[in-house]
Nanobody
Framework: QVQLVESGGGSVQAGGSLSLSCTAA??????????MAWFRQAPGTAREGVAY???????RYADSVKGRFTISKDNAKNTLYLQMNSLKPEDTAMYYC??????????????????WGQGTQVTVSS
């Protein structure tokens, strides 16, 4: 069982920065041994992948955030981070962290993720 709790969302003007955190409480799993990712969902749209952190340390990003967002992990703190810079109004969404404890390499599809956080809202105004 893995419980994920996000924090750090808020409101910011375009061009600003926000940092999200996701702390995992896991029983039966070693943090860092499985895929962790950030997804987001704007009203009326499908949930989309933003950034992925594989268990081997590899990271990948959606084209829309590449060069602006950075995903990182602190395995000692069981925490996943998302640093978001140069934010745009189109980044406005509910952001979720997710874990796929069955794989070390992250999929871009939501269907493979078996644990989700409750979400944290990010609002970027123009």
């Amino acid at each position: 069982q893995v419980q994920l709790v996000e924090s750090g969302g808020g409101s910011v003007q375009a061009g600003g920065s926000l940092s999200l955190s996701c702390t995992a409480a896991a029983s039966g799993y070693t943090y860092g041994s499985y895929c962790m990712a950030w997804f987001r969902q704007a009203p009326g749209t499908a949930r989309e992948g933003v950034a992925y952190a594989d268990s081997d340390g590899s990271t990948r990003y959606a084209d829309s955030v590449k060069g602006r967002f950075t995903i990182s992990k602190d395995n000692a703190k069981n925490t996943l981070y998302l640093q978001m810079n140069s934010l745009k109004p189109e980044d406005t969404a509910m952001y979720y962290c997710a874990a796929d404890t069955t794989a070390g390499s992250c999929s871009r599809s939501t269907k493979y993720y078996n644990y989700w956080g409750q979400g944290t809202q990010v609002t970027v105004s123009s």
